[in-house]
């Protein structure tokens, strides 16, 4: 089937389970699909504290980050459901995990989308939150808060963003690291004409989603669907 034929199903389906779906929930769909980006991304490099993991996530949908790509080498991912508020359900995760180190995979398929790999480091000379370019998609790589980026991670990325400190302490805790980050960017971001908001593909892809993470027994309204259109 080709992309067009896949857009139209999508249509035809979305419009039959948006009955399913107060106008209210409509609405409010809407409003945070005009304020959703895939011009910015984050990239997660082993990270393995359940808190900050998932309160990176929370500040992702609050700050209308749509893409999360998590980088498994060492550790596995994992989430702590009383932090991330059921923000999952509204993000797509993308995982890179099949070897033993998944940064050069998760680097390569993010540069093969157009993202320029912008890492995260209070050590590194770089551009601010107030001064990093927005002209092409930016994929923001952040590490542990122990270790940091892993040494291939800073090699290889493009260019490199910290956030000024005027204390004693070395860096900010990741979550807030990433909170500060996307509360700027994206608010710069949506104050220029580059082509930040979804494409109205993409608008019907995550509505459908969202419907779908919405509506209770949806599988078999969605069976019941195809088959009275077949």
Same mark, same amino acid.
């Given at each position: 089937?080709?992309?067009?034929?896949?857009?139209?199903?999508?249509?035809?389906?979305?419009?039959?389970?948006?009955?399913?779906?107060?106008?209210?929930?409509?609405?409010?769909?809407?409003?945070?699909?005009?304020?959703?980006?895939?011009?910015?991304?984050?990239?997660?490099?082993?990270?393995?504290?359940?808190?900050?993991?998932?309160?990176?996530?929370?500040?992702?949908?609050?700050?209308?980050?749509?893409?999360?790509?998590?980088? $498994?080498?060492?550790? $596995?991912?994992?989430?702590? +459901?009383?932090?991330?508020?059921?923000?999952?359900?509204?993000?797509? @995760?993308?995982?890179?995990?099949?070897?033993?180190?998944?940064?050069?995979?998760?680097?390569? #398929? @993010?540069?093969?989308?157009? /993202?320029?790999?912008?890492?995260? #480091? +209070?050590?590194? #000379?770089? /551009?601010?939150?107030?001064? !990093? +370019?927005?002209?092409?998609?930016?994929?923001?790589?952040?590490?542990?808060?122990?270790?940091? @980026?892993?040494?291939?991670?800073?090699?290889?990325?493009?260019?490199?963003?910290?956030?000024?400190?005027?204390?004693?302490?070395?860096?900010?805790?990741? #979550?807030?690291?990433?909170?500060?980050?996307? /509360?700027?960017?994206?608010?710069?971001?949506?104050?220029?004409?580059?082509?930040?908001?979804?494409?109205?593909?993409?608008?019907?892809?995550?509505?459908?989603?969202?419907?779908?993470?919405?509506?209770?027994?949806?599988?078999? !309204?969605?069976?019941?669907?195809?088959?009275? @259109?077949?």
């Amino acid at each position: 089937m080709n992309q067009t034929a896949n857009g139209m199903q999508t249509k035809v389906l979305l419009n039959f389970l948006l009955e399913y779906i107060t106008p209210e929930r409509k609405a409010k769909f809407d409003k945070v699909l005009n304020n959703r980006t895939r011009h910015i991304t984050i990239v997660l490099e082993d990270i393995f504290q359940p808190h900050n993991a998932s309160a990176v996530l929370r500040s992702c949908d609050l700050t209308g980050i749509q893409d999360v790509h998590i980088i $498994e080498n060492q550790y $596995e991912y994992d989430i702590n +459901p009383d932090v991330v508020v059921g923000s999952t359900k509204w993000l797509n @995760l993308y995982k890179y995990n099949s070897t033993k180190f998944n940064t050069p995979d998760a680097y390569e #398929s @993010l540069r093969k989308k157009g /993202y320029r790999i912008v890492a995260t #480091s +209070p050590h590194e #000379s770089g /551009y601010t939150p107030e001064n !990093l +370019p927005l002209d092409q998609p930016v994929a923001l790589v952040f590490g542990t808060e122990k270790t940091g @980026l892993s040494e291939e991670a800073l090699a290889q990325a493009d260019a490199f963003v910290r956030i000024p400190m005027v204390g004693f302490t070395e860096s900010y805790n990741i #979550s807030v690291s990433a909170a500060l980050l996307l /509360y700027t960017l994206t608010n710069r971001l949506r104050l220029t004409d580059f082509s930040w908001p979804l494409t109205e593909t993409e608008r019907d892809e995550l509505m459908l989603q969202w419907c779908r993470n919405t509506i209770k027994r949806v599988g078999v !309204l969605e069976e019941t669907f195809w088959k009275r @259109l077949a």
